[in-house]
C-alpha cells in the first residue's frame, strides 16, 4: 500500500492510525491490511465509495468513527485520516481530491510506501 506524503514529509494517515493505541490501533490496522489485500473489492460496512474517486476506510470503536480517506493510482494510496460523526465533512473529502491530484501529478514525490 502507497501511503501519500505532503512535500514536506509528513505522512498524514500516520496521524490518526498512530496516534491510536490497543484495540483502536489493531482495528485501524486490520482494516489498512484489508484494504491492501482487496482493493477495489473491499465494500461495506468496511469500505465506501464518497465521491470525486476518494473512498472512506470504516473503522468503529467505542461510538468513535474512525475514517481513513483513499484514492486509486495503480495500489491503493491512502490520503489522510480523522474521526467523524454521521458523514465526512465535505472539507475532508476536498482535501483528500486535492492530494489526489497533487500524487498524479508527482506519484515519486508523494510516496510513501509501508514496509
Known amino acids: 500500500?502507497?501511503?501519500y506524503?505532503?512535500?514536506d514529509g509528513f505522512v498524514p494517515v500516520h496521524q490518526v492510525v498512530r496516534q491510536a493505541a490497543g484495540e483502536s490501533a489493531d482495528k485501524r490496522y486490520l482494516r489498512l491490511e484489508r484494504l491492501r489485500e482487496m482493493g477495489h473489492k473491499l465494500r461495506r460496512p468496511e469500505a465506501d465509495f464518497l465521491?470525486?474517486?476518494?473512498y472512506e476506510l470504516r473503522v468503529s470503536l467505542g461510538?468513535?468513527?474512525y475514517r481513513i480517506l483513499y484514492f486509486f493510482h495503480g495500489?491503493?494510496?491512502?490520503s489522510h485520516g480523522l474521526a467523524k460523526e454521521r458523514v465526512v465533512p465535505p472539507k475532508e473529502i476536498d482535501r483528500a481530491v486535492k492530494r489526489k491530484k497533487r500524487f498524479e501529478a508527482n506519484p515519486a514525490k508523494h510516496t510513501y510506501e509501508e514496509a
Open 5 to 7: 506524503r505532503d512535500e
Open 75 to 78: 495500489a491503493v494510496a491512502a
Open 1 to 3: 500500500m502507497v501511503l
Open 51 to 54: 465521491r470525486d474517486n476518494i
Open 63 to 65: 461510538g468513535v468513527h
